[in-house]
């Protein structure tokens, strides 16, 4: 639904403008370019006395109340207007809160950020960054990269059973998922010819590769046919839950984070941004699913463009193996962890697996991917 007005949301009797407010802070989350791991984490972080500016549909903005956002925490939504944002609806809306450049409180933004401007992720508070092509220069801080990974809830003993069997995962399967936010950025050629040249080198191996996705993901039935067709390899699986990875975590072997697909597809990648979005350039997708396969102590697999803050030389960095454009050497990555995991046979050797199969797994980019995005 688009808007062009300021909306106060009627979550909670406290939802209401702060004009004059002077504490909290003035939480800034847009929906072209965040998803449910960025939305649970505000949600969760957001105290009594901050407010949330929503840009985008409501039912954008109730998926922070599904996630438990306090009650004494102000919603507020600015929506587009016929498909483009008015920027000065949007600096209204935060100097209403007492936020932006002008105001008085912390404005705090959450979501993916330029790939300029990510060495600014944890700027002091009043060192405004580089403008955002939607708000403009209206932030003290970007959101920065969590120090603490997620907590996991204990999973009942059959849930990773119960949860392969939904998934439609054979004993022998070693599933890996594709976990990007927004799941509709992602260009899945690089992955998908990866896969597909790894299936082939495993034959006879006694185990195979799974791609689970979102549905959102661009192309991803043609990469799926690509993948039956050329190499007779099975067709990725698709979930909604991949958008949520702590869903999933207990049935899946290892998560893939890619780079923003506005590089190498950018008609197919661009999602739900508009306009000025576009304009701005790829962006950094957000690291926050990828931490989630570092909680459950999965190996996970990261483009060497998104930085992962303190936990790229945490207690479990040999967990991350980096890929940049390489197709050959993201296969023999793919190859080489599933061998590993194949002989021993199990979740139980594939956690321990990820742990020997080597810290910060590097390729320079020698291959352009341009093929792989045709």
């Known amino acids: 639904m688009d808007a062009s007005s300021l909306e106060a949301m009627s979550v909670a009797p406290q939802a209401t403008m702060h004009a004059t407010a002077v504490f909290g802070s003035v939480h800034v989350v847009s929906f072209e370019d965040c998803g449910d791991c960025t939305l649970r984490e505000l949600a969760r972080s957001a105290v009594s006395g901050d407010d949330v500016l929503v840009l985008g549909p409501e039912v954008f903005a109730r998926r922070l109340v599904e ?153 991803v039935l043609e990469r799926s046919r690509f993948l039956c067709d050329a190499v007779s390899a099975p067709e990725i699986i698709l979930d909604a839950r991949a958008e949520r990875p702590w869903e999933l975590l207990a049935a899946v072997d290892a998560l893939l984070v890619d780079q923003d697909g506005l590089v190498t597809d950018p008609v197919s990648c661009a999602g739900d ?22 909680a459950a102590e999965r190996p996970t697999f990261v483009h060497a463009s998104i930085s992962l803050g303190v936990h790229e030389s945490g207690p479990r960095a040999s967990l991350i193996h980096r890929f940049a454009d390489d197709v050959a050497a993201l296969s023999r990555a793919f190859h080489d962890f599933a061998r590993g995991f194949g002989h021993g046979f199990g979740h139980g050797f594939g956690h321990g697996f990820g742990h020997g199969f080597g810290h910060g797994f590097v390729e320079n980019a020698s291959k352009s991917r341009s093929a792989a995005s045709r």
């Open 273 to 294: 941004r508009c306009p000025a979005s576009l304009a701005a350039g790829p962006m950094t997708p957000s690291p926050r699913p990828a931490l989630w396969g570092l």
């Open 67 to 219: 996630f438990g956002l306090s009650r004494d925490v102000g919603l507020h939504r600015v929506g587009r207007c016929a498909g483009r944002w008015r920027q000065a609806e949007i600096a209204k809306a935060l100097q209403k809160l007492g936020g932006g450049s002008r105001g008085n409180r912390a404005t705090v933004l959450h979501g993916c950020v330029a790939r300029a401007s990510r060495a600014s992720c944890d700027a002091h508070a009043g060192e405004l960054l580089v403008a955002h092509p939607v708000a403009g220069n209206e932030f003290t801080r970007v959101a920065g990269i969590p120090e603490v990974l997620p907590e996991l809830a204990p999973a009942p003993e059959n849930r990773r059973a119960r949860l392969r069997r939904e998934l439609g995962l054979a004993p022998f399967d070693i599933a890996i998922l594709l976990a990007n936010e927004p799941p509709s950025w992602v260009d899945l050629g690089l992955v998908a010819r990866a896969i597909g040249m790894a299936h082939v080198a495993l034959v006879g191996s006694g185990v195979r590769l799974r791609l689970i996705a979102s549905p959102a993901t661009p192309r």
